[in-house]
């Protein structure tokens, strides 16, 4: 501006000086981009935290018997792998990390509704992380009840169950608090002309999951208080000897649970379904199709609550109901897969990491997916009821599918968000290692839980030690594989070459403005004319 | 095009903040409803002992507080409407009032928190282990929901001790008044969820 003119000079929201300096500039922040980074850099620690700790248990489970830790200590590591993985990274995973930096751009508007609040959620975040950890440190032991805090046993026990839930509230705070930020965006901010049916599908998705957030998050509040209240106030809403009821507790705890296994995996599709068409080079296929199914899932989720507990005591006509739903909620699912098949058929289909990744994530996914309906189905479900049957299908549904579209979308939104690209042939490689380790590590729990190798267990025996010798194996090369991709995602954010501000030829709004974009991510207000997947 | 600055102006939208309240509104409301879900659930199985607990508590004292709320409801709403027509001094006393009856709800609640409290009957008591399984629950509920609504009490008043100072330094006036109306919401949820309270705890027969 040297030159006086009303010529605006580009700054990227990165070297953008603001009020504050240093380190302030960042934890005081209210640009939607830079609390999008923060999150991602929080919840990359703490799933490298979450993937140790799980390195660890598949240490242990190496062979039959004692092999690195006492039975005690794999209680709290099983639990805090769940607390820290379920509440601190799959939940807020996507929507905190690409919603936040991602939803303004695409809806073509500068920032999110309530900034200031923006900043506030993650702070409580931050918050609530610290309570998670200080609960592992405290006198009383780190708490041994599972991630899901089952009364009596959590009302009963004498660790830091309290420290433990009430960073759960905390957390869940801040995801009311982001999904109440994104509706409010997506009703207030989209750009002039932008309706809701031609809106990306990522806000799409992330809207769906924003209304999941906002609905069943205080249900566990609630839920978690009286928990808190039943071991400092004896209150006996969960106690036989009280007089309450233990399934209640199971109840109250997967109506939110349950919803929130779609705040992780809406998102996820919302990624993969902005991937595909960008390197198909084709318009998606059943747009609305694909929006509708966003909230099919998210209303349907609300309903299937009780198959977590078919062996917990319910009536027959519970469980089929229950059942009836849950094969339901998988139709939706189905259609967008169906959907994304169709718009690769006869596209100009070009193999970059995102896509490699965004391939995957539709293998596991169907994997995942399908298992799902065997647990759906009253009768198999009894079966494996807490077998690592179920280990296995829940990590390919959360990480096979959420881990592996946060890895389709960091590599994909990557040249946007720093400005600079990663090297593509150290991106493959560490795809393949990562995509070997993970089906060696989760797939023989399968075939071990159909065995009847009970979950949580720290013991086995000798008959399955084959099958956790592969899993084992194959945790070891994850965990390369992740440094691989983690080591090549820095080098390229230091070191890469500069990015073009549409390095993939992408349609959507976020590819017409620079890279890394300014603060105030569009010189003029877009207008919008046509619908977001258009290919010349 | 040449008026835009490198840097966010305040962004004012009267819309959102209102969506955004009612947003948090719901959030609040399902907070309780999992605990009228407890509620409905323990009664169904308890009926004659949630009866019979609920002879213990005085309809008089709860009576009183909920004209007081409903009364602090109307003052409120009254407050914003002085505002809209850029009467500072009115809505002042408004909001004053509103705040004096909150206090006069907190009051009435000590003092019957109190006698439970002296006659050994709150959570966590040997009185309260002692009793029948469905009069236990009783008061455990009665403590957890009228508790966490006292809670909600605090937290509007301390909304709306910051609308009236805001009032008064004129930072809320009749051009924008977004604040107080948001804390006025949030109060009608507060007296809203008395509504319901009152006849599950004080009523039932």
Redesign the interface.
């Known amino acids: 501006m040297s030159n006086g003119t009303s010529k605006i000079e580009y700054v990227s929201y990165l070297e953008h000086q603001g009020k504050y300096e240093g380190i302030f500039s960042w934890i005081f922040a209210t640009d939607h981009k830079r609390i999008g980074l923060l999150y991602m850099y929080a919840i990359i620690t703490f799933f490298f935290i979450g993937a140790i700790l799980g390195l660890l248990m598949k240490i242990e489970l190496i062979a039959p018997g004692e092999t690195i830790m006492k039975p005690q200590v794999y209680n709290g590591v099983f639990t805090l792998h769940g607390i820290l993985m379920i509440f601190m990274v799959v939940i807020p995973g996507l929507s905190a990390v690409f919603g936040n930096f991602f939803l303004p751009i695409l809806i073509g508007a500068k920032d999110v509704s309530f900034p200031k609040l923006n900043r506030f959620s993650w702070w409580i975040f931050i918050a609530g992380s610290i309570m998670a950890v200080a609960s592992q440190l405290m006198k009383d032991g780190p708490p041994d009840t599972g991630w899901t805090f089952y009364a009596p046993y959590s009302t009963s026990t004498g660790t830091n169950v309290i420290m433990a839930t009430a960073a759960a509230f905390v957390l869940g705070f801040s995801s009311i608090l982001t999904g109440l930020n994104f509706i409010v965006t997506i009703h207030q901010m989209r750009a002039p002309g932008m309706k809701f049916f031609n809106m990306p599908l990522f806000p799409w998705a992330l809207y769906a999951t924003a209304w999941i957030q906002l609905l069943a998050t205080p249900i566990i509040g609630i839920t978690l208080l009286m928990l808190i209240g039943e071991r400092l106030f004896a209150i006996g809403f969960f106690d036989p000897t009280l007089g309450g009821d233990p399934l209640l507790f199971q109840h109250l705890f997967w109506i939110y649970s349950h919803p929130a296994v779609y705040v992780m995996i809406l998102p996820a599709m919302g990624v993969i379904t902005e991937i595909i068409p960008t390197f198909c080079q084709k318009q998606i296929y059943g747009y609305k199709a694909i929006a509708i199914s966003s909230l099919a899932i998210a209303g349907v989720g609300f309903l299937v609550w009780g198959h977590h507990m078919y062996t917990s005591g319910m009536s027959e006509n519970a469980r089929w109901f229950f059942s009836l739903l849950t094969f339901i909620v998988a139709v939706p699912s189905a259609i967008k897969v169906f959907n994304w098949i169709s718009t690769m058929y006869k596209g100009s289909i070009d193999v970059k990491p995102p896509f490699l990744y965004a391939l995957s994530f539709i293998f596991l996914f169907i994997i995942g997916g399908t298992t799902g309906l065997l647990l759906g189905s009253v009768a198999t479900n009894v079966q494996v009821h807490d077998t690592s049957f179920v280990v296995a299908h829940f990590h390919y549904i959360v990480f096979g599918g959420m881990g592996f579209a946060f890895f389709a979308a960091i590599h994909y939104w990557f040249p946007k968000m720093y400005g600079k690209m990663y090297d593509y042939k150290r991106a493959n490689i560490a795809w393949g290692i990562i995509f070997l380790g993970f089906n060696l590590l989760y797939f023989p729990q399968f075939i071990i839980g159909i065995e009847g190798m009970p979950r949580r267990y720290f013991d086995y025996p000798i008959q399955f030690q084959t099958s956790q010798i592969i899993s084992s194996i194959g945790g070891f090369i994850l965990v390369s594989g992740l440094i691989l991709m983690v080591f090549n995602l820095i080098q390229g954010a230091r070191k890469g070459k500069l990015a073009p501000a549409n390095p993939w030829n992408g349609s959507t709004l976020e590819w017409q403005i620079p890279s890394p974009p300014s603060l105030e991510n569009f010189d003029e207000e877009p207008v919008i004319k046509k619908n977001p997947y258009y290919y010349k | 095009?040449?008026e835009?600055k490198?840097?966010?102006e305040e962004?004012r939208?009267d819309?959102?903040s209102k969506?955004?309240m009612w947003?948090?509104i719901?959030?609040?409301l399902?907070?309780?409803?999992?605990?009228f879900?407890?509620y409905s659930?323990?009664r169904a199985q308890?009926t004659t002992s949630f009866h019979e607990s609920s002879l213990e508590l005085s309809v008089t004292i709860g009576a009183i507080n909920t004209i007081v709320l409903l009364f602090s409801s109307m003052t409120i709403a009254m407050a914003l409407s002085a505002i809209q027509k850029n009467n500072k001094k009115l809505a002042l006393i408004l909001i004053g009032i509103t705040l004096f009856c909150a206090a006069i709800f907190l009051f009435n609640k000590y003092f019957e928190w109190g006698a439970k409290i002296e006659h050994g009957l709150?959570?966590?008591s040997t009185l309260?282990?002692l009793l029948d399984?469905?009069h236990?629950?009783y008061f455990?509920?009665y403590?957890?929901m009228t508790g966490?609504h006292a809670l909600h009490i605090v937290i509007g008043m301390i909304l709306l001790i910051v609308c009236y100072f805001k009032v008064k330094s004129q930072n809320i006036n009749n051009q924008n008044y977004v604040l107080l109306e948001n804390g006025a919401l949030y109060w009608h949820l507060v007296d809203l969820i008395w509504i319901f309270l009152f006849p599950l705890i004080y009523l039932i027969t």
């Open positions: 095009m040449s835009n490198l840097h966010i962004h939208d819309e959102a969506l955004g947003l948090f719901f959030t609040e399902l907070l309780f409803g999992g605990l879900l407890v659930i323990f308890y709150y959570p966590g309260m282990t399984r469905g236990l629950l455990s509920l403590f957890f966490l």
